[in-house]
């Protein structure tokens, strides 16, 4: 008899409601965004993703990360930043280990959870139920992608949302209505950081950024939509760009770095200087 559990998702590495088998499908994945694994739709659970996985807890350029190893689904990393806003967790993982909640509540504990976007919700409610219940901030545009409801969960709307006078959630849109970065003005180290997640997405050079509507499957973000993406960031300064995964973080030069970034794409967009 297979036993009731909330199954995660082996490709993108999201938990579901809890039920009595595996689901019949992933809806993230079935998305154009993400993908079907190439065996299909396989699916586990969190103890078993603990027999075999812990999490690296290490700094990242000045910030303290967690990561899976070995690596499962997205591979992305959370951070524990903490800012005047409180201790506020960015991002979400498939699992929780008691050396991690220990690792949090040595530096303080977290007084928030907040995601960029759907492909990284993970186990944000196992997150939350281990920290004590904390709230997991989400923007409402992408309420229907939620797989786990949970009463920790709480939606904002707008455009931006000012957590205290440093700290600010920015709604950068194009990969999902609802994908948030996170603008620390004064921190970790002055001039400030950008938390991007996947809008905009720090490229292998790490030294320039990009905007996809979907990496795995290539589909380049809408014109719109990047110059949307323009307008929203045109106010805020960074001096640093934290990406969605380990060392994809551009150290200095930040803002520039975004700006030449956005000129960039909208060139190739345009195709006028006559390369072929």
């Known amino acids: 008899m297979t036993q009731r559990s909330e199954y995660i998702c082996e490709t993108c590495g999201t938990q579901h409601a809890a039920s009595d088998g595996p689901p019949s499908k992933c809806r ?3 998305d ?6 190439w065996s299909g739709q396989r699916w586990t659970t969190h103890a078993r993703l603990l027999r075999g996985h812990t999490l690296r807890i290490e700094d990242d350029a000045g910030v303290l990360g967690f990561g899976m190893r070995p690596a499962f689904a997205i591979d992305q990393r959370a951070f524990l930043l ?3 806003a409180g201790n506020i967790l960015w991002e979400a993982l498939p699992i929780v280990t008691p050396e991690a909640v ?6 303080g504990g977290v007084d928030m959870i907040a995601v960029s976007h759907p492909h990284f919700y993970a186990s944000m409610v196992a997150w939350s139920e281990a920290l004590g219940g904390v709230p ?6 992408d309420q229907s992608w939620i797989q786990r409801p949970h009463p920790s969960i709480e939606l904002w709307s707008g455009e931006a949302r000012s957590l205290s006078d440093s700290v600010t959630l920015i709604r950068t849109g194009g990969h ?6 996170l ?3 004064n921190g970790p180290r002055s001039g400030g950081a950008l938390f991007s997640g996947d809008v905009p997405q720090v490229v292998m050079d790490r030294r320039h950024v990009s905007f996809m509507y979907s990496y795995p499957n290539l589909i380049p973000m809408r014109t719109r939509d990047v110059v949307a993406l323009r ?3 045109s106010s805020f300064e960074f001096e640093d760009v934290f990406g969605y995964t380990w060392g994809r973080v551009i150290r200095g030069g930040g803002r520039a770095a975004v700006d030449a970034s956005f000129e960039r794409y909208l060139a190739a967009l345009r195709d006028d200087d006559g390369a072929c």
Request: net charge negative; proline share 3%; charged share 30%.
């Open 82 to 84: 903490p800012t005047d």
């Open 28 to 30: 993230i994945c079935e």
């Open 102 to 107: 220990a690792a949090l509540e040595e530096r």
């Open 136 to 141: 997991i901030v989400l923007h409402e545009a």
């Open 176 to 181: 999902f209505r609802g994908c948030t970065a």
């Open 32 to 37: 154009e965004r993400q993908y079907v694994g």
């Open 231 to 233: 307008d929203r960031l």
């Open 183 to 185: 603008h620390w003005a």
